[in-house]
DNA sequence: CTTTCATTTAACCTTTTGGTTAAATATAGT
DNA sequence: ACTATATTTAACCAAAAGGTTAAATGAAAG
Protein backbone atom coordinates (compact mmCIF):
# COMPACT_ATOMS: atom_id res chain seq x y z
CA UNK A 1 0.00 0.00 0.00
CA UNK A 2 0.64 3.35 -0.31
CA UNK A 3 2.32 5.79 -3.32
CA UNK A 4 5.89 4.33 -2.84
CA UNK A 5 5.35 0.70 -3.77
CA UNK A 6 3.80 2.12 -6.75
CA UNK A 7 6.29 4.48 -7.58
CA UNK A 8 9.11 1.93 -7.39
CA UNK A 9 7.41 -0.84 -9.32
CA UNK A 10 6.92 2.33 -11.76
CA UNK A 11 10.53 2.90 -11.85
CA UNK A 12 11.56 -0.06 -14.07
CA UNK A 13 11.16 0.78 -17.60
CA UNK A 14 10.85 -3.11 -18.28
CA UNK A 15 7.39 -2.90 -16.12
CA UNK A 16 6.27 0.55 -17.29
CA UNK A 17 6.57 -1.56 -20.84
CA UNK A 18 4.38 -4.27 -19.57
CA UNK A 19 2.08 -2.23 -18.30
CA UNK A 20 1.76 -0.59 -21.43
CA UNK A 21 1.31 -3.57 -22.88
CA UNK A 22 -1.16 -5.02 -20.99
CA UNK A 23 -2.85 -1.66 -22.14
CA UNK A 24 -4.46 -3.72 -25.01
CA UNK A 25 -5.77 -6.10 -22.93
CA UNK A 26 -5.20 -9.52 -20.44
CA UNK A 27 -1.63 -11.24 -21.76
CA UNK A 28 -0.45 -14.57 -20.17
CA UNK A 29 2.67 -14.22 -19.09
CA UNK A 30 4.33 -15.84 -22.42
CA UNK A 31 2.87 -13.56 -24.34
CA UNK A 32 4.51 -10.92 -21.96
CA UNK A 33 7.47 -12.03 -21.54
CA UNK A 34 7.84 -12.45 -25.54
CA UNK A 35 8.34 -8.94 -25.88
CA UNK A 36 11.41 -8.16 -23.96
CA UNK A 37 14.66 -9.13 -24.84
CA UNK A 38 15.51 -11.18 -21.03
CA UNK A 39 14.48 -14.42 -19.65
CA UNK A 40 11.18 -15.55 -18.91
CA UNK A 41 12.46 -15.82 -15.03
CA UNK A 42 13.44 -11.97 -15.03
CA UNK A 43 10.06 -10.92 -16.41
CA UNK A 44 8.07 -13.64 -13.76
CA UNK A 45 9.52 -11.30 -11.39
CA UNK A 46 8.83 -7.97 -12.97
CA UNK A 47 5.17 -9.70 -13.06
CA UNK A 48 5.38 -10.34 -9.43
CA UNK A 49 6.69 -6.43 -8.04
CA UNK A 50 3.71 -5.39 -10.93
CA UNK A 51 1.30 -7.89 -8.81
CA UNK A 52 2.57 -6.81 -5.63
CA UNK A 53 2.30 -3.01 -6.45
CA UNK A 54 -0.57 -3.83 -7.22
CA UNK A 55 -0.81 -3.13 -10.71
CA UNK A 56 -1.59 -6.01 -12.22
CA UNK A 57 -4.02 -8.91 -11.03
CA UNK A 58 -3.10 -12.23 -12.44
CA UNK A 59 -5.76 -15.19 -13.09
CA UNK A 60 -5.12 -18.69 -14.07
CA UNK A 61 -6.61 -20.10 -16.95
CA UNK A 62 -5.52 -24.33 -17.36
CA UNK A 63 -2.17 -23.23 -18.18
CA UNK A 64 -1.55 -19.66 -18.30
CA UNK A 65 -2.00 -17.08 -16.53
CA UNK A 66 -3.12 -14.07 -17.42
CA UNK A 67 -2.01 -11.15 -16.35
CA UNK A 68 -4.28 -7.79 -16.63
CA UNK A 69 -3.96 -3.81 -15.58
CA UNK A 70 -5.15 -2.38 -12.62
CA UNK A 71 -5.06 1.41 -12.85
CA UNK A 72 -6.99 1.77 -9.55
CA UNK A 73 -4.07 2.52 -7.86
CA UNK A 74 -2.27 5.44 -9.98
CA UNK A 75 -5.24 7.35 -8.49
CA UNK A 76 -3.20 7.84 -5.28
CA UNK A 77 0.24 8.70 -7.32
CA UNK A 78 -1.99 11.21 -9.71
CA UNK A 79 -3.31 12.83 -6.30
CA UNK A 80 0.59 13.13 -4.87
CA UNK A 81 1.67 14.63 -7.94
CA UNK A 82 -1.19 17.29 -8.27
CA UNK A 83 -0.58 18.08 -4.39
CA UNK A 84 3.06 18.44 -5.60
CA UNK A 85 2.06 20.99 -8.38
CA UNK A 86 -0.49 22.95 -5.19
CA UNK A 87 -3.38 22.07 -6.97
CA UNK A 88 -7.17 21.99 -5.66
CA UNK A 89 -9.17 18.46 -6.51
CA UNK A 90 -12.61 17.87 -5.18
CA UNK B 1 14.42 14.02 -20.36
CA UNK B 2 12.25 11.57 -20.44
CA UNK B 3 9.76 10.34 -17.87
CA UNK B 4 12.80 7.55 -16.20
CA UNK B 5 14.71 9.76 -14.96
CA UNK B 6 11.37 11.74 -13.03
CA UNK B 7 10.19 9.15 -12.47
CA UNK B 8 13.45 7.37 -10.66
CA UNK B 9 13.86 10.73 -8.79
CA UNK B 10 10.64 10.19 -7.50
CA UNK B 11 10.91 6.92 -5.91
CA UNK B 12 13.15 7.64 -3.28
CA UNK B 13 10.98 8.52 -0.26
CA UNK B 14 13.61 10.77 1.13
CA UNK B 15 13.38 13.02 -1.96
CA UNK B 16 10.12 12.84 -2.02
CA UNK B 17 9.88 14.35 1.49
CA UNK B 18 12.50 17.22 0.09
CA UNK B 19 9.71 17.55 -2.62
CA UNK B 20 7.67 18.40 0.14
CA UNK B 21 8.95 20.11 1.75
CA UNK B 22 10.52 22.87 -1.03
CA UNK B 23 6.43 23.29 -2.01
CA UNK B 24 6.31 25.56 0.72
CA UNK B 25 8.88 27.29 -0.74
CA UNK B 26 12.93 28.15 -1.37
CA UNK B 27 15.14 26.40 1.28
CA UNK B 28 19.11 26.10 1.17
CA UNK B 29 20.80 22.67 1.34
CA UNK B 30 21.65 23.28 4.83
CA UNK B 31 17.82 23.11 5.77
CA UNK B 32 16.74 20.27 3.99
CA UNK B 33 19.80 18.66 5.11
CA UNK B 34 18.21 19.14 9.14
CA UNK B 35 15.22 17.63 8.48
CA UNK B 36 16.87 14.18 7.79
CA UNK B 37 18.36 11.90 9.83
CA UNK B 38 21.25 10.90 7.15
CA UNK B 39 24.53 13.17 6.48
CA UNK B 40 24.84 16.51 4.58
CA UNK B 41 26.50 14.39 1.93
CA UNK B 42 23.68 12.40 1.38
CA UNK B 43 21.23 14.99 0.87
CA UNK B 44 23.51 16.38 -1.04
CA UNK B 45 23.55 13.51 -3.82
CA UNK B 46 19.47 13.33 -3.31
CA UNK B 47 19.68 17.06 -4.06
CA UNK B 48 21.90 16.65 -7.44
CA UNK B 49 19.31 13.71 -8.39
CA UNK B 50 16.30 15.93 -8.54
CA UNK B 51 18.67 18.68 -10.28
CA UNK B 52 19.46 16.26 -12.60
CA UNK B 53 16.12 15.55 -13.24
CA UNK B 54 14.73 18.96 -13.40
CA UNK B 55 12.85 18.24 -10.40
CA UNK B 56 14.44 21.26 -8.37
CA UNK B 57 16.70 24.33 -9.52
CA UNK B 58 19.31 25.86 -7.74
CA UNK B 59 20.70 29.01 -7.34
CA UNK B 60 23.55 30.12 -5.41
CA UNK B 61 23.39 33.16 -2.82
CA UNK B 62 26.39 34.08 -0.90
CA UNK B 63 27.38 31.29 1.17
CA UNK B 64 24.27 29.22 0.49
CA UNK B 65 22.76 27.49 -2.54
CA UNK B 66 18.94 27.65 -2.69
CA UNK B 67 16.75 25.17 -3.82
CA UNK B 68 13.58 25.41 -5.65
CA UNK B 69 10.50 23.42 -6.84
CA UNK B 70 10.46 22.39 -10.63
CA UNK B 71 6.89 21.11 -11.30
CA UNK B 72 6.94 21.20 -14.70
CA UNK B 73 8.51 17.64 -15.87
CA UNK B 74 5.64 16.33 -13.42
CA UNK B 75 3.25 17.24 -16.78
CA UNK B 76 4.84 14.29 -18.32
CA UNK B 77 4.11 11.72 -15.72
CA UNK B 78 0.66 12.81 -15.47
CA UNK B 79 0.52 12.09 -19.42
CA UNK B 80 2.14 8.62 -18.97
CA UNK B 81 -0.42 7.66 -16.19
CA UNK B 82 -3.38 9.39 -17.91
CA UNK B 83 -2.81 7.71 -21.33
CA UNK B 84 -2.19 4.34 -19.09
CA UNK B 85 -5.74 4.88 -17.53
CA UNK B 86 -6.84 5.61 -21.34
CA UNK B 87 -7.56 8.86 -20.79
CA UNK B 88 -8.66 11.50 -23.01
CA UNK B 89 -6.23 14.49 -23.07
CA UNK B 90 -6.54 17.95 -25.21
C1' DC C 1 45.45 35.81 3.46
C1' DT C 2 43.67 32.77 6.64
C1' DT C 3 39.74 31.10 9.00
C1' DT C 4 35.07 29.79 9.07
C1' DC C 5 30.73 28.22 7.26
C1' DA C 6 27.86 25.85 3.59
C1' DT C 7 27.99 22.58 0.36
C1' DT C 8 29.80 19.20 -2.78
C1' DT C 9 32.94 15.50 -4.25
C1' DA C 10 35.84 11.40 -3.42
C1' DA C 11 36.65 6.98 -1.63
C1' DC C 12 34.66 3.45 0.32
C1' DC C 13 31.10 -0.02 2.05
C1' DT C 14 26.65 -2.62 2.35
C1' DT C 15 22.16 -3.55 0.55
C1' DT C 16 19.12 -3.68 -3.22
C1' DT C 17 18.12 -4.46 -7.92
C1' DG C 18 17.86 -6.79 -12.10
C1' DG C 19 19.77 -10.34 -14.61
C1' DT C 20 21.21 -15.50 -15.44
C1' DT C 21 20.61 -20.67 -15.41
C1' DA C 22 18.79 -24.69 -13.20
C1' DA C 23 15.32 -26.82 -10.45
C1' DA C 24 10.52 -26.88 -8.84
C1' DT C 25 5.47 -26.61 -9.53
C1' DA C 26 1.09 -26.82 -11.95
C1' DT C 27 -1.81 -28.14 -15.61
C1' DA C 28 -2.96 -30.61 -19.97
C1' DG C 29 -2.54 -34.16 -23.17
C1' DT C 30 -1.17 -39.00 -24.42
C1' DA D 1 1.81 -42.78 -15.04
C1' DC D 2 4.63 -40.04 -18.36
C1' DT D 3 5.64 -36.11 -21.16
C1' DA D 4 5.32 -31.58 -22.68
C1' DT D 5 4.29 -26.77 -21.81
C1' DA D 6 3.81 -22.53 -18.87
C1' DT D 7 5.34 -20.25 -15.14
C1' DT D 8 7.59 -19.50 -10.78
C1' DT D 9 11.24 -20.09 -7.32
C1' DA D 10 16.09 -20.84 -5.86
C1' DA D 11 20.83 -19.88 -5.99
C1' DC D 12 23.86 -17.04 -7.61
C1' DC D 13 26.25 -12.76 -9.66
C1' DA D 14 27.38 -7.99 -11.29
C1' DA D 15 25.96 -3.39 -11.23
C1' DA D 16 23.48 0.36 -9.11
C1' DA D 17 21.78 2.78 -5.04
C1' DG D 18 22.16 4.92 -0.82
C1' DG D 19 24.77 5.56 3.20
C1' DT D 20 29.30 7.03 5.80
C1' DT D 21 33.50 9.88 6.80
C1' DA D 22 37.14 12.71 5.10
C1' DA D 23 38.89 15.90 1.78
C1' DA D 24 37.91 19.65 -1.58
C1' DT D 25 35.60 23.89 -3.08
C1' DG D 26 33.46 28.52 -2.81
C1' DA D 27 32.14 32.61 -0.59
C1' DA D 28 32.17 35.67 3.41
C1' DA D 29 34.32 37.67 7.48
C1' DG D 30 38.23 38.84 10.36
Known amino acids: MGVQKT ?3 L ?3 IR ?3 LELLKAGRLPAG ?3 NHF ?3 GAAISKHLSILREADLIRDTREGKYI ?3 LNTSVL ?3 MLW ?3 LKGEKHD
Open 31 to 33: EIS
Open 66 to 68: YYE
Open 37 to 39: PVS
Open 11 to 13: SDP
Open 81 to 83: ISG
Open 16 to 18: REI
Open 7 to 9: IKA
Open 75 to 77: EEV
